[in-house]
């Protein structure tokens, strides 16, 4: 299994970025998937997830300007990113709770993360 994650880039603030994440492979059936980020000298943090029916999850930093969603025929995760501030720069990885089979336990892949940079 493989994430791919795309859209990170150099925005001002006040900007937007769409952020995507595909997971390719054998994959059966897919539970959450999500949003982190890290920034220098922090530790990863959760920005949002979302269930496979739906149901989503935020920080409380990006409530009302980020938004989570994805599409279960592409095992794609998209996250729209508005209003950005400088204090959104940080690198971005997709996370994904999988299994390959029908009989196999859910495991946790991640991307190889984004950058995405805000500029003030």
């Known amino acids: 299994v493989q994430l791919q994650a795309s859209g990170g880039g150099l925005v001002q603030a006040g900007g937007s970025l769409r952020l995507s994440c595909a997971a390719s492979?054998?994959?059966?059936?897919?539970?959450?998937m999500g949003w982190y980020r890290q920034a220098p000298g922090k530790q990863r943090e959760l920005v949002a997830s979302?269930?496979?029916?739906?149901?989503?999850n935020y920080a409380d930093s990006v409530k009302g300007r980020f938004t989570i969603s994805r599409d279960n025929a592409k095992n794609t995760v998209y996250l729209q990113m508005n209003s950005l501030k400088p204090e959104d720069t940080a690198v971005y990885y997709c996370?994904?709770?999988?299994?390959?089979?029908?009989?196999?336990?859910?495991?946790?892949?991640w991307g190889q993360g984004t950058q995405v940079t805000v500029s003030s």
């Open positions: 996370d994904c709770n999988l299994r390959s089979a029908w009989n196999s336990g859910f495991l946790n892949y």
């Open positions: 492979g054998t994959i059966f059936s897919i539970n959450v």
């Open positions: 979302i269930t496979s029916g739906g149901s989503t």
